[in-house]
Nanobody, 129 residues
Framework: QVQLVESGGGLVQPGGSLRLSCAASGFTFNNYGMSWVRQAPGKGLEWVSGINSGGWITTYADSVKSRFTISRDNNKNSLWLQMNSLKPEDTAVYYC??????????????????????WGQGTQVTVSS
């Protein structure tokens, strides 16, 4: 069955960095786009970044552009999110999510869960001094 397992979250000071990982299994990873979506305490889902199946098209929310970098290695069935210059408002549970298609022309900044067909369990990122 499809599994998405995130790791790499933790507590970091403002201005610090973290690298999130998502290990995928149970499907042909290189056939599907992937996204990172986060949920801050008491708030709804917020799309952060997406990448197409081949890894050459990346898209970012304005709130993280120039600070976060999404990448993938289709040989390793892995997805990453490098997060630099972290801010307290980046505090959230971060999920990797599987797209139902290889590529999206646009992303809903506040998606519903059924816009993605599989989700990981999430990893907590806390940015605080």
């Amino acid at each position: 069955q499809v599994q998405l397992v995130e790791s790499g979250g933790g507590l970091v000071q403002p201005g610090g960095s973290l690298r999130l990982s998502c290990a995928a299994s149970g499907f042909t990873f290189n056939n599907y786009g992937m996204s990172w979506v986060r949920q801050a305490p008491g708030k709804g889902l917020e799309w952060v970044s997406g990448i197409n199946s081949g890894g050459w098209i990346t898209t970012y929310a304005d709130s993280v552009k120039s600070r976060f970098t999404i990448s993938r290695d289709n040989n390793k069935n892995s997805l990453w999110l490098q997060m630099n210059s972290l801010k307290p408002e980046d505090t959230a549970v971060y999920y990797c999510a599987k797209d139902p298609s290889p590529f999206r022309r646009s992303y809903n900044i506040y998606p519903k869960r059924n816009e993605y067909d599989y989700w990981g369990q999430g990893t907590q990122v806390t940015v605080s001094s």
